[in-house]
């Protein structure tokens, strides 16, 4: 049996199909906020204004970002690690558990969804 599950990518702000994961850092913590092309857009105007004061600094310091892989370079999540989350709270919705739209999904969750599949 073929099972063929659909992400589609939600905006944060306004619900809307989002074109885009924009990541942003602040006091040493990295966010990620999946955004409509438009809402992308205003994010960067607005955060154009403090940038262009800022200094550049070429790597994220400790404690605030991704880990550093045995290679040397950042690890980041790709797109297949964030479709299958999406695919996870679907599924958990789906089945009564209750998850946050954002954040870490619980072990319990992710275990009985592997189960499943």
């Known amino acids: 049996m073929v099972k063929k599950v659909t992400v589609t990518l939600v905006d944060d702000v306004d619900n809307v199909p989002a074109d885009e994961t924009v990541s942003i850092g602040l006091d040493g913590t ?3 906020l999946d955004l409509s092309n438009s809402n992308a857009d205003e994010l960067r105007k607005v955060m154009d204004q403090w940038i262009q ?3 550049r600094v070429s790597t994220r310091t400790t404690g605030g970002g991704p ?3 045995s290679s040397g370079g950042t690890r980041t999540r790709g797109a297949a690690d964030r479709a299958r989350s ?3 709270r679907e599924w958990a919705r789906t089945q009564g558990f209750e998850i946050s739209a ?3 999904i619980s072990s319990e969750i992710v275990r009985a969804w592997e189960l499943s599949s």
């Open 30 to 32: 990295w966010f990620e």
């Open 86 to 88: 999406a695919a996870i």
């Open 67 to 69: 880990a550093a892989s």
């Open 102 to 104: 954002r954040g870490r």
């Open 53 to 55: 004061h800022a200094r």
